[in-house]
């Protein structure tokens, strides 16, 4: 098997080949040429989240799972929240294929999700961009949303401020202005971001205008919420994946409610083969609920694998 360490991972996978990538894979997925298994997560205490994200790929070949979690502690130790590789094995057989470092994919393809979402959904005119978070994530999400649309300025806000200035140096990198704001001027924002770690919701109803696109990207888990359950019932809704949106997802809350029926969740998918129109309307709030799917992971693991086979680099272990 092949290992490819974190190190190697951004000479390998551009952001642009992650968007491809994901894209392929909800395609797969809304085909039924590909599915998630079950998402096993466990607290572990003290705020740490630890579990597995799996899935096999038919038409993309792929067999694998992606291990790690959430270690809150680790930012004071100069490493990222976020830990995780992915283990990819051969479909037919069983065996082992590949151990991936997963941190800069991760932050990759959950990117791409959320830029598939705004590409696919968001009014063609949409001129001000909206981040609530401004952690870990929040960096590759204001520039790959930057990438779909073009957009003339970014508002944020965050529950730590001081963490706002490291967003705005990107900002400034990609030419936009940015401006730190509170939440009800979130109403400027055509298109909104949510990538927090917030377990109550932040985002209200009348923080948000009509028309807005909102991609809700933090909450991965049980008990996590970013945005107030009404505004799942006044928007159209999609996600990545309806069995994660509504047990792990920003879903969980207005399904549970009796807000949203899952019935009215429409998988990404759909929209990128054509089987569902997506927005309806100048007027009409969609939704994106991504909860990450482990199929991402196997999807842009592999094409580091594959660019490191034909590049000779990595490291080939017999296990
Ligand atoms: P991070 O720890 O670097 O940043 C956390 C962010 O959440 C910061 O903006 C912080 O200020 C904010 N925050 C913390 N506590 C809060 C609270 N009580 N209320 C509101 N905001 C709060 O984390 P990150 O790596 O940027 O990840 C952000 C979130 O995205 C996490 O919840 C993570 O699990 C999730 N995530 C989701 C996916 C996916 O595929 N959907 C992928 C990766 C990460």
Partial sequence: ???????????????????????????????????????????????????????????????????????????????????????????????????????????????????????????????????????????????????VRRFERVIAWNLHPEMLTRLGAVAAELGLPFEAVPLDRMREADVIVTITSSPAACLLGAHVSAGTHLACMGTDTKGKQEVAPDLLARARVFTDELAQSVSIGEA?????????SPAQIVPLGDVVTGQHPGRQGAEEITLFDGTGVG?????????????????????????
């Fill in 1 to 147: 098997m092949r290992i490819v360490p974190e190190a190697l991972i951004a000479g390998l996978v551009s952001p642009e080949d992650a968007f491809a990538a994901i894209e392929a894979v909800f395609a797969a997925m809304s085909r039924g040429e590909a599915r998630n298994f079950d998402v096993v997560r466990e607290a572990l205490g003290e705020g740490r989240q630890y579990g597995f994200k799996s899935g096999l790929d038919r038409a993309g070949g792929q067999l694998g799972v992606k291990a790690g979690g959430y270690f809150p502690g680790n930012a004071s130790r100069g490493i990222i929240n976020h830990q995780s590789t992915v283990f990819l094995f051969d479909p037919e057989t069983g065996r082992p294929v590949a151990m991936v470092g997963g941190g800069l994919l991760t932050a990759l393809r959950t990117a791409a999700a959320s830029a598939i979402s705004i590409d696919r959904l968001a009014r063609p005119e949409a001129r001000v961009l909206g981040m609530v978070g401004a952690g870990h994530q929040a960096a590759f999400q204001l520039r790959a949303a930057a990438r």
């Fill in 252 to 260: 969980q809350h207005a399904v549970a409610q009796g807000l949203l």
């Fill in 295 to 319: 199929l991402q992971d196997l999807a842009v693991a592999a094409m580091a694998v594959r660019r490191a086979e034909e590049r000779g680099q990595g490291i080939v272990v017999e296990v």
